[in-house]
């Protein structure tokens, strides 16, 4: 049997997307279009993934309240997933969008007891992993889950000979790092809170990423929103820079473009390839309201205007600051 591709959103969410002409203080703000969708990062990779057509499989926690709306909004997408039921309800974002500002309100979610959390595990446990299955892991923390939860998964799971993910925030990223995944996708941001860091040049950067390789974690990619990525091993860096796009949301680009870098190192693609194609999932995401995902149509065009750069001379446009 192929390998599978297991995402796990343990901070799931209910996304709702309001549209304005404007977002004014101390006023009446009347919106004009609203959108809802499936949220938290596992679950976007794995919707990312289903309009690439690869059947991921999302592991995401799941309320008996509003999870059943939740599941509804999966089951329209025809997303494969296994639900951990929770008594809480998960969390809902709210993203107020006009044209020159964009507000963004997370609840933090719902508090996972310690016989939820051990139904997890025994769920995880129990999946008939093969050898290079993925699993990635991505997102924030629940309450009543402690920040080293990745690592411990990277642990358990290590038996399985399986490719681990982290796409995480400081200190969870931090802790992740300790047992050694095989790729992390931080952003740039994410990456510094991780080691209290300012990275604004490239040598800077490649102090970070040598130290991360050589604790072994195999590829890293950063990503800067519309300033591109790096990809960082002990054999290569390479710089992708996304062509300019009709811009409308960057929620869940990141998502998007790890979905497509998976995407082709599942089919054993080059680090080039992949990065090239990454860079135009996550392009074409940024063209689409909300979370929606972009087609795989739209995708292909992008990818020839895709530029990559290997002189580290040529980097300097990533660290650029984003207004």
């Known amino acids: 049997m192929p390998s599978l591709i297991y995402t796990i959103s343990l901070n799931s969410s209910i996304d709702y997307t309001f549209y304005l002409k404007d977002i004014v203080d101390e006023d009446v703000n009347r919106i004009d279009k609203i959108r809802v969708d499936p949220g938290g990062k596992g679950m976007n990779i794995a919707r990312m993934l289903k309009n690439l057509g690869e059947e991921a499989v999302a592991i995401t ?9 939740y599941k509804t909004l999966l089951e329209k997408e025809k997303i494969n997933f296994i639900p951990v039921e929770i008594e809480g309800n998960l969390r809902n974002i709210y993203n107020f969008i006009s044209e020159k500002r964009v507000l963004r309100f997370n609840e933090k979610g719902p508090k996972i007891k310690k016989k939820e959390l051990k139904k997890f595990w025994q769920i995880l446990m129990n999946i008939n992993f093969k050898k290079e299955d993925i699993v990635v892991m ?16 990277i642990k358990k799971l290590k038996k399985f000979r399986i490719f681990t993910v982290v796409d995480a925030d400081g200190i ?3 802790e992740s790092i300790k047992e ?3 790729i992390i996708k931080p952003n740039l941001k994410e990456l510094e809170r991780a080691f209290n860091y300012k990275i604004d040049n490239f ?6 990423c040598n130290f991360l390789v050589n604790t072994g974690i195999s590829l890293i990619l950063i990503t800067n929103g519309k300033n591109g990525s790096i990809l960082f091993t002990k054999k290569e860096i390479i710089y992708s820079k996304s062509p300019e796009v009709n811009f409308k949301s960057s929620i ?13 190192f599942k089919r054993k693609k080059d680090n080039k390839t992949a990065l090239k194609f990454a860079s135009a999932v996550g392009a074409a995401k940024a063209e689409e309201e909300g979370t929606k995902m972009p087609e795989k149509s739209r995708i292909k065009k992008l990818f020839n205007l895709v530029k990559l750069y290997e002189n580290p001379k040529d980097f300097k ?4 600051e984003i207004s």
């Open 252 to 264: 869940g680009c990141g998502d998007a473009f790890l979905a497509g870098f998976l995407y082709m």
């Open 172 to 174: 969870v990223l931090k």
């Open 203 to 208: 040598d800077k950067l490649k102090q970070v």
């Open 317 to 320: 446009p990533f660290f650029n």
């Open 138 to 153: 991505s997102g924030s923390i629940p309450p009543g889950i402690k920040n080293n939860i990745y690592a411990e998964i």
């Open 180 to 182: 050694k995944p095989f």
């Open 61 to 69: 926690f799941l309320s008996k309240n509003n999870g059943e709306f």
